[in-house]
């Protein structure tokens, strides 16, 4: 019996495990059997009857199935792994035969087969994957056979290979499977609702990358435009919605489809694709707003169009799509309208029909011209600017077809708006765009003498147009236009570049560079441009070694920098004949010139630059960073002998601090000595350098020692000295300078990079440091208790300096040295100490006799509090205050206060104030987690608005009682009152709401006495400002009307208030309305100010029975009160 009759005997129920091992044999490559060489080698009965088994034995094995477990995918079979099995062979060998089919074959029961494999697809459960993959190849194979019924199975196919190139990581394949059936789609109906999921499905395409940038996918996209005419909408209505998150590659994806769907239309297809797409970018490049996230993607995808003009076909359309919508957009009343029509019609320029006869084509091209020209003289800055970018893109591509005179107007117009006084941005877009026209050749000589007019643009006030002029003239050398120095002289480049900010600076310096740093020439050409330069415009020279090295390499940086060095070297050796300095013959030369004193120092503030410049280069080469540290070393002793003028002093110093000490061996001896020998009153240009040469050299210890010296030795000596066990190791003796020592911290704490390498020296010599300036609080004890001048004691200021430096290294301390805190704890004690010891000296005098040196004393006091309590608003600023802490300062606020010179003190405890709230401040999106929990910041912000409280109260008893000093203290605390309101807003709840309840009755009891005073009905004047109101009324007033926000919470305080009626007597109300009138002359708040008037407006209508009658001032205010409101609620 052959193999062949074998199998076929084994395509039944009865033999079905035969069959599965026929199967097996077939999938095991080292086995010779192959299903389809068997079914290939069978007659077409022999198949014929094959196909009719096939059939049986399928639907005798789905019939063992319960019909509960076909439903819910066969896992409920007693085998299902059997059956499936089974049905995974019969796929097999129904495949292979329509690989085989033959012309004539009766398929009948393959069909069937088919059918069935078709309604088991359905419902397979994903643990059958490979089958599923079977039959859809089956599907797939029945569809390019083009057999009965493939619509059916090409559907699916098609459906199944597109949800999967969705879900796949690498979905390659798929898609080249979905192009490969894209014709199934020609035979499903577009309007059938069946076929709705393969709609939704279709338009996924266009928002799914791997498809867009698919080559394959592209194809397939492309062919979407061309299936029904109205599903081109929706394709473009997709591509819209989504247009906003495409990057700009993947837009220029979207393009390419879209032109290509255009190119290969026709018909109605072709009409839609216009209409609907094409048009209709048009349209939005026209009327979208230039701030829209899609804005520039539109543009792009109708740019693509504009580039492909070289195609007749393409002309035509754009000419017929831009008729009925850029004309009229050209004169719309928008005028970001017409800016954005103005800049696709000079990118589509020249629009007009390639059929046209050549004499129509001149009058549509010269309409358009005259149009260009109208652009240029339109109302808007913006239009002058677009048009002018587009006037220029038009003249640089069709220059050669122009007449001349068309051009020179073109251009005249141009050097006009390059002087346009109305707006920066025209004259910008003037110098912006004339690069473009620099592009061609032909532009050269025309623009050559018009340019030169222009050349005060380089001073014009806007640095956008200073920038935009150079870079023309940078455009203009590149392509050698013109020589720059013609159009603008160098001087005048080199003012510009001394006085210029960044941007224009580094185009001044790109434009310069050849010219000043010839890179190809030897290097003495090199330092004789720098000398001539230097020599020109010093600040210039500075300038441009700055930014020298983003224009080459750092070698030639330092070569420059060596060929000064020669160059200084043979100054010395002409004054002092000193031979040894050079290292050869080479670098001594009877050329170099014999420089000033002024050239050398600038000279050396060049290298110093330059130096800066190339650091990073130089710590990543330590080959070369040696080299230099030796040829600069070798000579410093030599520079500061011969260069002693102090023009040179200062660079040499600052060279000096980038090399290690003992590079510098003579000059490094003596810094810390001529540190100690500094006058008290010093300028900070005398010991700055000094003190980062130090810092440079890692010897801020031996500075911190000085300084602790000093502050030490100045106290007053009481018995023994604490530190007589102390090495010393400067024998010399130098009176002790607490002010120096104090100047010297100041400048090292102030400035970045030495606070870094101070606190770099470790905790032990801070913390000596921290502990002698805390001595010193003995010192301002002593000027406590005596007023008397004593010559052996400290000043005054020199110990309240002493004494902020001693907090402020203590918060320098806690962040960088303790993980608990100590230093913290240290502050307390202060705190404490300023509680006990410093406030009773601010309570009132006694006595007649003692009152100027209590008064003296009283304003130290005053001053020793305000000065702790501005380093403890620095500590809680920067985070470094705990909740004990707040709380220990928020106590002094309060004694401070309640003391009798408490007032002064008035804005340092505001800044205070600001800063614990600010600290304590909680995000609306936390709030709800803290509603459950107990709020750590409730007492501290309770305690704020009792200390705001008491700050008002003070204001006010200060204008009762001296109201000059008031005023005086009021306007002081202005500034700190804006912050904490503005701070205290935010809040919006308790118990923070309580400062706006404080503000609100003050400023009524204050209006509301006044009102009380009047004694004739002629006083009664409604107040329209500030300076109408009361004293302090009128400095709270200013302080909430500074903002709307703090306006806002303000009124919506009186309103609440209003409504609780707690308010209710005539003078309260009037007293409001006056406020309110106030707060409308500002024009802030409408809607809360109409609202707190209409709380008013229920009250004071209950007043109107009883002032009916009343013929003195409470019916004048009544009526007055009415008119108010009227006038308030616009009645």
């Given at each position: 019996m052959s193999k062949r009759e074998t199998f076929l005997r084994t395509v039944c129920k009865k033999n079905r495990e035969n069959f599965l091992l026929f199967?097996?044999?077939?999938?095991?490559?080292?086995?010779?059997?192959?299903?389809?060489?068997?079914?290939?080698?069978?007659?077409?009965?022999?198949?014929?009857?094959?196909?009719?088994?096939?059939?049986?034995?399928?639907?005798?094995?789905?019939?063992?199935?319960?019909?509960?477990?076909?439903?819910?995918?066969?896992?409920?079979?007693?085998?299902?792994?059997?059956?499936?099995?089974?049905?995974?062979?019969?796929?097999?060998?129904?495949?292979?035969?329509?690989?085989?089919?033959?012309?004539?074959?009766?398929?009948?029961?393959?069909?069937?087969?088919?059918h069935r494999l078709h309604a088991v697809l359905e419902s397979l459960p994903v643990s059958e994957a490979p089958l599923q993959i079977h039959i859809l190849t089956l599907c797939e194979t029945w569809w390019k056979k083009s057999l009965k019924e493939k619509e059916k199975f090409g559907r699916t196919a098609f459906l199944a290979a597109l949800q999967k190139s969705f879900t796949l990581k690498k979905p390659g394949v798929e898609i080249q499977r979905v192009?490969?059936?894209?014709?199934?789609?020609?035979?499903?109906?577009?309007?059938?609702?069946?076929?709705?999921?393969?709609?939704?499905?279709?338009?996924?395409?266009?928002?799914?990358?791997?498809?867009?940038?698919?080559?394959?996918?592209?194809?397939?996209?492309?062919?979407?435009?061309?299936?029904?005419?109205?599903?081109?909408?929706?394709?473009?209505?997709?591509?819209?919605?989504?247009?906003?998150?495409?990057?700009?590659?993947?837009?220029?994806?979207?393009?390419?489809?879209?032109?290509?769907?255009?190119?290969?239309?026709?018909?109605?297809?072709?009409?839609q694709i216009e209409s609907s797409c094409v048009q209709d970018l048009m349209r939005c490049a026209i009327l979208l707003s230039r701030s829209?996230?899609?804005?520039?993607?539109?543009?792009?995808?109708?740019?693509?169009?504009?580039?492909?003009?070289?195609?007749?076909?393409?002309?035509?359309?754009?000419?017929?799509?831009?008729?009925?919508?850029l004309w009229r957009a050209l004169s719309a009343p928008n005028f970001e309208v017409r800016a954005n029509a103005a800049l696709l019609f000079a990118e589509a320029f020249p629009l007009h029909d390639p059929e046209q006869n050549c004499s129509n084509m001149d009058k549509t091209i010269q309409k358009q011209l005259d149009t260009a020209m109208e652009l240029l003289n339109d109302t808007h800055p913006t239009v002058r600017s677009s048009a002018t970018l587009g006037v220029c893109k038009v003249l640089a591509k069709f220059w050669e077809l122009f007449p001349p005179t068309i051009i020179t107007d073109f251009l005249k117009k141009m050097m006009e708006l390059a002087t346009d006084s109305s707006s920066a941005d025209v004259r910008c877009s003037v110098f912006k765009s004339l690069p473009i026209v620099l592009e061609n050749p032909l532009s050269h000589p025309i623009l050559e003498k018009l340019l030169p007019t222009l050349k005060y643009s380089l001073h014009d006030s806007s640095e956008k147009v200073r920038a935009a002029f150079v870079d023309v003239l940078i455009k203009g050398k590149e392509v050698r236009a013109l020589k720059f120095w013609d159009v603008c002289q160098t001087d005048h480049l080199l003012t510009r570049l001394a006085i210029d900010t960044h941007p224009v600076s580094k185009r001044i310096v790109d434009l310069l560079f050849k010219s000043f740093f010839p890179v190809s020439e030897p290097e003495r050409e090199w330092c004789c441009r720098c000398i001539t330069l230097i020599q020109?415009?010093?600040?210039?020279?500075?300038?441009?070694?700055?930014?020298?090295?983003?224009?080459?390499?750092?070698?030639?940086?330092?070569?420059?920098?060596?060929?000064?060095?020669?160059?200084?070297?043979?100054?010395?050796?002409?004054?002092?004949?000193?031979?040894?300095?050079?290292?050869?013959?080479?670098?001594?030369?009877?050329?170099?010139?014999?420089?000033?004193?002024?050239?050398?120092?600038?000279?050396?503030?060049?290298?110093v630059i330059m130096w800066k410049t190339v650091e990073k280069?130089?710590?990543?080469?330590?080959?070369?960073?040696?080299?230099?540290?030796?040829?600069?070393?070798?000579?410093?002793?030599?520079?500061?002998?011969?260069?002693?003028?102090?023009?040179?002093?200062?660079?040499?110093?600052?060279?000096?601090?980038?090399?290690?000490?003992?590079?510098?061996?003579?000059?490094?001896c003596g810094v810390l000595s001529r540190l100690r020998r500094m006058d008290s009153g010093a300028a900070p240009a005398q010991y700055s350098q000094l003190l980062h040469c130090m810092c440079s050299w890692g010897l801020c210890a031996d500075v911190l020692e000085l300084t602790t010296d000093w502050l030490s030795d100045a106290l007053p000596k009481h018995g023994d000295k604490g530190n007589a066990n102390r090495k010393?190791?400067?024998?010399?003796?130098?009176?002790?300078?607490?002010?120096?020592?104090?100047?010297?911290?100041?400048?090292?704490?102030?400035?970045?990079?030495?606070?870094?390498?101070?606190?770099?020296?470790?905790?032990?010599?801070?913390?000596?440091?921290?502990?002698?300036?805390?001595?010193?609080?003995?010192?301002?004890?002593?000027?406590?208790?005596?007023?008397?001048?004593?010559?052996?004691?400290?000043?005054?200021?020199?110990?309240?300096?002493?004494?902020?430096?001693?907090?402020?290294?203590?918060?320098?301390?806690?962040?960088?040295?303790?993980?608990?805190?100590?230093?913290?704890?240290?502050?307390?004690?202060?705190?404490?100490?300023?509680?006990?010891?410093?406030?009773?000296?601010?309570?009132?005098p006694s006595n007649q006799e003692d009152s100027e040196d209590s008064e003296t004393t009283q304003r130290l006091a005053a001053k020793i509090t305000e000065s702790f309590l501005t380093v403890c608003r620095d500590v809680i600023l920067v985070g470094l205050a705990d909740k004990a802490f707040k709380d220990q300062i928020l106590h002094l606020c309060l004694l401070t206060l309640v003391s009798g010179a408490g007032y002064l003190c008035v804005p340092a405890v505001l800044h205070i104030l600001k800063e614990v709230v600010t600290d304590a401040f909680v995000p609306e999106e936390n709030?709800?987690?803290?509603?459950?929990?107990?709020?750590?910041?409730?007492?501290?912000?309770?305690?704020?608005?009792?200390?705001?409280?008491?700050?008002?109260?003070?204001?006010?008893?200060?204008?009762?009682?001296?109201?000059?000093?008031?005023?005086?203290?009021?306007?002081?605390?202005?500034?700190?009152?804006?912050?904490?309101?503005?701070?205290?807003?935010?809040?919006?709840?308790?118990?923070?709401?309580?400062?706006?309840?404080?503000?609100?009755?003050?400023?009524?009891?204050?209006?509301?006495?006044?009102?009380?005073?009047?004694?004739?009905?002629?006083?009664?004047?409604?107040?329209?400002?500030?300076?109408?109101?009361?004293?302090?009324?009128?400095?709270?007033?200013?302080?909430?009307?500074?903002?709307?926000?703090?306006?806002?919470?303000?009124?919506?305080?009186?309103?609440?208030?209003?409504?609780?009626?707690?308010?209710?007597?005539?003078?309260?109300?009037?007293?409001?309305?006056?406020?309110?009138?106030?707060?409308?002359?500002?024009?802030?708040?409408k809607v809360s100010l109409k609202s707190a008037a209409a709380s008013v407006q229920q009250q004071l209508h209950k007043h109107a029975f009883t002032c009916k009658d009343s013929k003195d001032i409470p019916r004048v205010l009544y009526e007055s009160s009415v008119k108010t409101l009227n006038e308030i609620l616009d009645l």
């Amino acid at each position: 019996m052959s193999k062949r009759e074998t199998f076929l005997r084994t395509v039944c129920k009865k033999n079905r495990e035969n069959f599965l091992l026929f199967i097996q044999l077939h999938k095991d490559k080292a086995e010779p059997f192959d299903v389809e060489e068997v079914v290939q080698e069978m007659p077409r009965d022999q198949r014929q009857t094959l196909w009719g088994k096939l059939a049986l034995l399928l639907q005798d094995v789905l019939q063992e199935l319960p019909e509960e477990s076909r439903e819910e995918g066969m896992e409920a079979a007693a085998d299902p792994k059997h059956v499936m099995a089974v049905v995974d062979g019969v796929t097999l060998v129904a495949s292979a035969s329509l690989n085989v089919l033959q012309e004539g074959d009766s398929y009948s029961a393959l069909l069937e087969t088919a059918h069935r494999l078709h309604a088991v697809l359905e419902s397979l459960p994903v643990s059958e994957a490979p089958l599923q993959i079977h039959i859809l190849t089956l599907c797939e194979t029945w569809w390019k056979k083009s057999l009965k019924e493939k619509e059916k199975f090409g559907r699916t196919a098609f459906l199944a290979a597109l949800q999967k190139s969705f879900t796949l990581k690498k979905p390659g394949v798929e898609i080249q499977r979905v192009w490969s059936l894209h014709d199934v789609l020609l035979s499903l109906d577009f309007t059938s609702e069946d076929n709705k999921q393969a709609t939704d499905l279709l338009l996924q395409c266009f928002q799914f990358p791997n498809f867009i940038k698919n080559d394959d996918g592209k194809r397939f996209l492309v062919f979407l435009f061309s299936w029904d005419v109205g599903f081109i909408p929706m394709i473009h209505g997709t591509v819209k919605n989504g247009l906003e998150f495409y990057s700009k590659t993947r837009t220029a994806h979207i393009t390419e489809i879209y032109f290509r769907a255009w190119k290969k239309a026709s018909g109605d297809f072709l009409e839609q694709i216009e209409s609907s797409c094409v048009q209709d970018l048009m349209r939005c490049a026209i009327l979208l707003s230039r701030s829209s996230p899609v804005f520039d993607k539109v543009r792009q995808i109708v740019n693509y169009f504009h580039k492909k003009k070289s195609c007749p076909r393409v002309e035509k359309m754009l000419y017929h799509l831009y008729k009925p919508v850029l004309w009229r957009a050209l004169s719309a009343p928008n005028f970001e309208v017409r800016a954005n029509a103005a800049l696709l019609f000079a990118e589509a320029f020249p629009l007009h029909d390639p059929e046209q006869n050549c004499s129509n084509m001149d009058k549509t091209i010269q309409k358009q011209l005259d149009t260009a020209m109208e652009l240029l003289n339109d109302t808007h800055p913006t239009v002058r600017s677009s048009a002018t970018l587009g006037v220029c893109k038009v003249l640089a591509k069709f220059w050669e077809l122009f007449p001349p005179t068309i051009i020179t107007d073109f251009l005249k117009k141009m050097m006009e708006l390059a002087t346009d006084s109305s707006s920066a941005d025209v004259r910008c877009s003037v110098f912006k765009s004339l690069p473009i026209v620099l592009e061609n050749p032909l532009s050269h000589p025309i623009l050559e003498k018009l340019l030169p007019t222009l050349k005060y643009s380089l001073h014009d006030s806007s640095e956008k147009v200073r920038a935009a002029f150079v870079d023309v003239l940078i455009k203009g050398k590149e392509v050698r236009a013109l020589k720059f120095w013609d159009v603008c002289q160098t001087d005048h480049l080199l003012t510009r570049l001394a006085i210029d900010t960044h941007p224009v600076s580094k185009r001044i310096v790109d434009l310069l560079f050849k010219s000043f740093f010839p890179v190809s020439e030897p290097e003495r050409e090199w330092c004789c441009r720098c000398i001539t330069l230097i020599q020109m415009n010093p600040a210039a020279a500075r300038k441009f070694y700055h930014y020298a090295a983003q224009h080459t390499a750092s070698s030639n940086i330092l070569n420059l920098m060596l060929a000064i060095r020669r160059v200084l070297n043979s100054c010395i050796q002409k004054n002092s004949e000193l031979s040894e300095i050079n290292d050869s013959n080479k670098e001594n030369s009877a050329a170099d010139p014999l420089l000033d004193t002024v050239t050398v120092a600038r000279l050396l503030e060049v290298v110093v630059i330059m130096w800066k410049t190339v650091e990073k280069a130089l710590k990543r080469n330590e080959d070369a960073r040696k080299y230099m540290f030796s040829k600069f070393g070798n000579v410093m002793s030599k520079y500061f002998q011969a260069f002693e003028d102090e023009q040179c002093t200062a660079p040499l110093v600052q060279l000096a601090s980038f090399m290690p000490p003992a590079a510098v061996p003579t000059f490094s001896c003596g810094v810390l000595s001529r540190l100690r020998r500094m006058d008290s009153g010093a300028a900070p240009a005398q010991y700055s350098q000094l003190l980062h040469c130090m810092c440079s050299w890692g010897l801020c210890a031996d500075v911190l020692e000085l300084t602790t010296d000093w502050l030490s030795d100045a106290l007053p000596k009481h018995g023994d000295k604490g530190n007589a066990n102390r090495k010393v190791r400067i024998q010399e003796t130098v009176e002790a300078k607490p002010d120096l020592a104090l100047t010297y911290l100041e400048y090292l704490f102030n400035h970045t990079s030495t606070r870094e390498k101070v606190l770099s020296v470790g905790e032990g010599p801070l913390k000596q440091l921290h502990t002698v300036l805390g001595n010193w609080q003995s010192v301002l004890n002593s000027h406590l208790s005596s007023a008397s001048e004593d010559p052996e004691r400290p000043e005054v200021e020199t110990s309240l300096r002493v004494f902020m430096y001693h907090g402020r290294l203590s918060a320098h301390l806690q962040h960088n040295f303790s993980e608990g805190r100590d230093y913290l704890l240290s502050t307390e004690r202060v705190a404490s100490w300023v509680a006990e010891e410093v406030l009773p000296f601010m309570a009132k005098p006694s006595n007649q006799e003692d009152s100027e040196d209590s008064e003296t004393t009283q304003r130290l006091a005053a001053k020793i509090t305000e000065s702790f309590l501005t380093v403890c608003r620095d500590v809680i600023l920067v985070g470094l205050a705990d909740k004990a802490f707040k709380d220990q300062i928020l106590h002094l606020c309060l004694l401070t206060l309640v003391s009798g010179a408490g007032y002064l003190c008035v804005p340092a405890v505001l800044h205070i104030l600001k800063e614990v709230v600010t600290d304590a401040f909680v995000p609306e999106e936390n709030e709800r987690d803290l509603e459950n929990q107990e709020d750590p910041t409730s007492f501290n912000l309770g305690v704020v608005a009792k200390i705001f409280q008491v700050i008002i109260e003070l204001l006010a008893r200060r204008l009762r009682k001296e109201p000059e000093e008031g005023k005086q203290l009021c306007q002081a605390a202005v500034p700190g009152l804006a912050d904490f309101l503005q701070v205290a807003q935010t809040w919006g709840r308790e118990p923070l709401c309580g400062v706006f309840s404080t503000l609100f009755a003050v400023i009524i009891v204050e209006k509301t006495h006044l009102l009380q005073k009047m004694s004739h009905p002629e006083e009664m004047i409604t107040p329209e400002s500030v300076e109408d109101m009361p004293p302090l009324s009128s400095v709270l007033l200013s302080v909430i009307l500074k903002s709307p926000c703090v306006t806002r919470a303000f009124l919506t305080e009186v309103s609440s208030t209003l409504d609780s009626e707690d308010i209710s007597s005539l003078n309260n109300l009037a007293s409001i309305l006056h406020v309110l009138a106030v707060i409308k002359h500002t024009g802030q708040c409408k809607v809360s100010l109409k609202s707190a008037a209409a709380s008013v407006q229920q009250q004071l209508h209950k007043h109107a029975f009883t002032c009916k009658d009343s013929k003195d001032i409470p019916r004048v205010l009544y009526e007055s009160s009415v008119k108010t409101l009227n006038e308030i609620l616009d009645l």
